[in-house]
């Protein structure tokens, strides 16, 4: 063999050495979190704001019906449809607030008894400014009683503990867009307010489902238990 030849040989071999080397270190196994072996998988997209003017029977449908509120809540009564007065935050008002187009409540009770009482408020609006004016107006002036969740949802998120003169009772309140909701369980929350942010968070994701166009699934015990995690 002559000694160019040679030369070429050996340099062969390295290549290969090198090649197999790099394969071995450096696979593009699908499961590994990449793709092609270089590119990172993509995030889960996240939801988006409430942005459609979203009909009456997507707004019924995202209120928590039976077996989607927490354990021991049931409907009390019918799910309703919301003048809009009672988006103002009072039903004496004398007319609905600005930009308002619709919305829809519902009232639960505790094992069977009134004592304790949970309602979901949902409010859609024109524009997402004047979802933003209902969702502070809500949410009022009490900055010490007001807490940041520990996983806020939407655009805007806020817990107030024992608003006002009351006892015992948490309100919730998130905007997403040009959506407002306010959730308060009165008796016995104020200890863990988790349960009125889990109303609170399966209530938007609700919506943020039916406004893609698929069912409404979540339930307030499911989001409870993943914040706990």
Known sequence: MSRARAILLTALVGIAALTACSSS????????????????????PAPKPITTDLSQAHITQALLGNGETLPGWTLHGDKS??????????????????????????????NGSTVNMAFIHICVFKSADAAHRQYTAWKGTETSKQQVPKKPVGDENTLVVNPGASEDSVYGYVRSGKASIEVRI?????????????MLAATLKRLQQLQD?????????????????
């Open 81 to 110: 449809v919301t003048e809009g007065q009672y988006c103002n935050g009072a039903s004496e008002a004398d007319s609905a607030p600005a930009g308002w187009i619709r919305g829809g409540d519902s009232s639960y009770e505790y």
């Open 213 to 229: 166009g698929h069912a409404a699934t979540v339930t307030a015990s499911d989001e409870q238990a993943a914040a706990r995690q």
């Open 186 to 198: 009165e008796g016995g929350a104020a200890g863990d307010p988790s349960g009125a942010q889990a």
């Open 25 to 44: 270190t450096h696979p593009s196994d699908p499961g590994s979190g990449t793709r092609n072996g270089d590119e990172p998988a993509a995030a889960a």
